[in-house]
């Protein structure tokens, strides 16, 4: 196992029936066992009488809460096979045609890409794009990793901060992790992996080229 792979990330890659049996497990232990098991204090068999029983939905559920990720996760990695030429001929490419690539589908979905302005000038920033008044941050020099986690993640949303930019898109052809994705969710960032390069690149080319801000 590797050692940077935290619980909520083995639960989901373990077998959905694996989680379902460790969940039941859990609250058969705190429905039904822990309430009656006694100890010497008084006050440590109140917290287990009346924690037990509480906990125990909360923890089950908890637990099963990484089966729609698994679920999610196995439908990706077979659209990921489906799309695996596509998806190859994309990691082919070197990293300036890459970012060169993805900031003309950004264009031609609605935004406009910043040039020679100070956020530019940043060796950290690959690409800076403009929709209305808002700046977004491009990050396109993960394109070759098979996965990316709550590191990069975190190191992009430090940068948008960093640049007072309103948002942030992290790009891979590979796929991104339970924990990345759950820390992402809410938050003003977009993470992109081989499948929806793909179809933001099909979508791209089905729509004209709107005018580059120099």
Known sequence: ????????????????????????????????????????????????ISLGPLLAPVVALALLSPITFSLLKSNRKKKLHDLK???????????????????????RTG??????????????????????ANLYLVQCRYWLNRKLGLREVKN???LMHKKQASGAFLLTTGIFTYEARYYAAGRPITLLDGIDLVELLDKAHSNPPTIILN
Do not use: G
């Open 111 to 132: 935004y406009i890409r910043m040039e020679n302005s100070t956020f530019t000038a940043d060796p950290s920033v690959d690409l800076v794009m403009r929709k209305s």
């Open 1 to 48: 196992m590797k050692k940077d792979l935290n619980v909520i990330d083995f639960l989901a890659q373990i077998p959905w029936w694996v989680s379902v049996t460790i969940s039941a497990s859990f609250y058969v232990l705190l429905k039904f066992i822990v309430p009656y098991f006694e100890t010497q204090s008084t006050l440590v068999n109140e917290v287990h």
């Open 156 to 158: 992009q949303l430090s």
């Open 85 to 107: 030429d596509e998806i190859q001929s994309i990691q082919e490419l070197s990293w300036l045609q890459f970012k060169e690539l993805v900031a003309e589908a950004y264009t």
